[in-house]
């Protein structure tokens, strides 16, 4: 069982805990789940924390059998907003690939967001009247064909930040979980892009204002075609500072996609960037290093470390990365090749958006902090 933890916290006593946590395939699904869970649970309860963002990957086969045994786990953690539930191949770390929580403790109020009868996220005040907003798993399986299902997303989405007091401007990050991601994802372009468009977050004359996101082949559910998480700050004096191009990637909207390379924003114990789901592109959009995993992925890490150098962080900074890997075997060469990485990270076999593409990085960095693993 693997657990890092990353916590972060201000002059006021405010403080933002990351954790990751995974196990490995030789254990039953029933006792890795019961130990990731309490060793979780152990960590909040420490620090006294709250959850405000949880997603969990792992194949279809798990669900009915770790729920139960995370809400036994977590008890009083656990409130009424379903984390975000991600269904992968079983890979390198077995059944459950990795979990990921984002928790706050300290002089903040948490409120649970409602909507058409639905816990779906939580809104948090902070101390200085600023508000830190997530959602979880927006969909609209309902709509029917997969762009719609797209676009009534986003309009769901919208419509929980109005009635939060906001809009889509304040959005920093979002995550897209496509279900047969190579078959549309340029549909999905088009309706993301027509409805920032209308929203004046893109537009000719216009700065960009596009959340950093990860567009990626992991599915919510077998019927949901798309899914949704965000995050979104808010309030007096709050800012988010886009990245549209680094030095070796332009503008991903030059080539159909709508997302800035990274954004930065203050959170509740500090500054956080949010770099987006980031590949072996060339300046001009070009997937490069074609059938070579070993190149991609050394591409790919480049990549992140310069957008996260144009925001004056490192991979010292980092409090929460994601490594998506095409097939078993491209896991494999990471894990193997890239053990040394030394910010908290797991892998999850699933599509890039491109079919030549092998292999993504996404990842979270904050200023300051201390560092704890546990093994």
């Known amino acids: 069982m693997n657990i890092e933890i990353r916590t972060i916290e201000n002059k006021i006593g405010v403080s933002e805990t990351y954790i990751a946590a995974f196990g490995t395939a030789d254990k039953p699904l029933r006792l890795q789940a019961e ?48 984390p ?36 779906c996220g939580r809104i948090v005040q902070l101390p200085d009247h600023r508000k830190y907003l997530t959602l979880n798993s927006i969909s609209c399986v309902q709509a029917g064909k997969n762009v719609e299902q797209a676009l009534q997303m986003l309009q769901k989405a919208e419509a929980i930040l109005k009635q939060a007091g906001t809009d889509m401007f304040s959005v920093a990050r979002t995550w ?19 409805f920032f468009a209308e929203r004046g977050l893109i537009g000719e004359g216009l700065t960009r204002k596009i959340p950093a996101s990860t567009g990626i082949g992991v599915r919510a559910s077998s019927s949901v075609m798309c899914a949704m998480d965000l995050v979104s700050v808010f309030g007096p004096g709050s800012s988010i500072e886009y990245f549209d191009v680094t030095d070796t990637q332009k503008s991903a909207h030059d080539y159909g996609s709508a997302f800035s390379r990274a954004t930065k924003t203050t959170t509740a114990a500090g500054q956080t960037v949010f770099v987006s789901g980031t590949a072996s592109i060339d300046a001009e959009g070009n997937t490069i290093h074609i059938g070579d995993a070993e190149m991609q992925i050394q591409a790919t890490v480049e990549n992140v470390r310069i957008a996260l150098k144009e925001t004056n962080c490192s991979d010292d ?14 896991e494999k060469l990471f894990c193997r090749k890239w053990s040394h990485l030394s910010y908290p990270h797991f892998t999850v076999i699933t599509d890039v958006c491109r079919d030549d593409l092998l292999f993504e990085i996404e990842a979270t960095a904050m200023i300051g902090g201390t560092n704890t693993k546990w093994l």
């Open 176 to 194: 897209m979980w496509l279900k047969d991601i190579l078959t549309w994802y340029d549909p999905f372009n088009s309706v993301r892009n027509q």
């Open 317 to 330: 900074n980092i409090v929460q990365a994601i490594a998506y890997c095409k097939t078993a075997e491209v």
């Open 84 to 119: 975000t539930w991600l269904v992968t191949p079983e890979g390198i770390n077995g059944k459950i690939a990795g979990i990921q929580v984002h928790a706050l403790s300290g002089d903040c109020q948490i409120e649970i967001l409602r909507y058409e009868g639905k816990d």
């Open 35 to 82: 130990e990731l869970f309490s060793a979780i649970a152990g960590v909040l309860d420490s620090k006294n924390a709250k959850i405000i963002q949880e997603r969990i990957f792992g194949t279809e086969e798990i669900f009915d059998v770790v729920s139960p045994i995370r809400e036994k786990a977590y008890s009083s953690f656990n409130d009424s907003v379903a």
